[in-house]
């Protein structure tokens, strides 16, 4: 789950030139939110991918530091049994985590899942982000997972990649380009889609208002819905720990065992 320092107050600067590189650094140092600075600048109501990647590359390595508190390391655990609560059922020969950041939330819902880490994936827009993800891992003892970059609305896999793919609040930034992402991470799935991200649907007045201030997404339930797709759960995640940031999980079905084309090797589309 998200718990990015990068969800702080919207710079006040009116200026519309766009941040040089030391600019953004010294508006990050000071507490400023890196994404709703390149917002303001590039004078557009959305999180592009560029500015994801800005941010999220200046986070790296804040969220492995995180896991040094016992406090931390308990909430995430909690958060992340319940998220395993939820995949268990589902599970098929592999799994996929998208936006797996530095592996905080993968980690833990592998130890929980008792699967191999041979069968599942993760990737990150950010390159630094992943290489945490790597040395997170392996200091849980858990080597093996295939760990890469991409963007989420042009993922680098072949259709039906994996049997479940799962978000874990890493849709959240990416507001405005709800149904392009959502069709492309069901393109690479193969049996179950399962989103645990923002509750602007279902979540308390704070919740909206933060999603809202931050460009978060919203209507996922209804977007996929539109697209044609079985939504076939949809209801707050029973362990949303904070009340500003309330989660929902919806969980998608594709097809069912019987209805699964033959498996493939989840690799990449080198064409995309």
């Known amino acids: 789950m998200s718990d990015t320092r ?44 560029d500015s994801i990647l800005i941010s999220y590359d200046l986070q ?14 308990r909430i995430k655990d909690y958060i ?18 998208v936006g797996v950041g530095e592996a905080s939330s993968l980690g833990g819902v592998i130890q929980k899942l008792g699967i191999q880490t041979s069968s599942v994936g993760g990737f990150d827009i950010s390159w630094s982000r992943a290489a945490f993800a790597r040395q997170h891992l392996g200091r849980l003892g858990l080597p093996g997972v295939t760990l890469f970059t991409g963007d989420i609305g042009a993922i680098p896999l072949v259709d039906d990649a994996y049997d479940v793919v799962y978000t874990a609040h890493s849709l959240e930034p990416n507001g405005g380009r709800e149904r392009e992402c959502l069709q492309e991470l069901f393109r690479i799935t193969r049996k179950w889609l399962v989103l645990f991200e923002p509750a602007f649907e279902l979540g308390n007045a704070e919740t909206k208002d933060r999603v809202r201030e931050h460009g978060y997404c919203r209507g996922l339930p209804d977007i996929a819905r539109e697209l044609g797709y079985d939504v076939v759960e949809f209801r707050l ?3 949303s720990v904070f009340s500003f940031n309330q989660t929902q999980q919806i969980v998608i079905r594709k097809r069912t065992n019987d209805e699964a084309p033959p498996r493939v090797d989840p690799g990449f589309e080198t064409t995309r």
């Open 237 to 239: 995640f029973e362990r």
């Open 80 to 97: 992340n049994e319940g998220m395993a609560v939820v995949l268990r059922p589902l599970l098929g020969a592999d799994l996929l985590e």
């Open 6 to 49: 990068d969800d702080r107050g919207d710079s006040a600067e009116s200026t519309t030139a766009a941040p040089s590189i030391k600019e953004i650094e010294a508006a990050y140092e000071n507490g400023t939110n890196v994404m709703g600075l390149l917002r303001q600048r590039g004078r557009v109501n959305h999180n592009t991918p």
């Open 60 to 73: 790296s390595g804040s969220y492995s530091a995180l896991m040094e508190d016992a406090e931390h390391r």
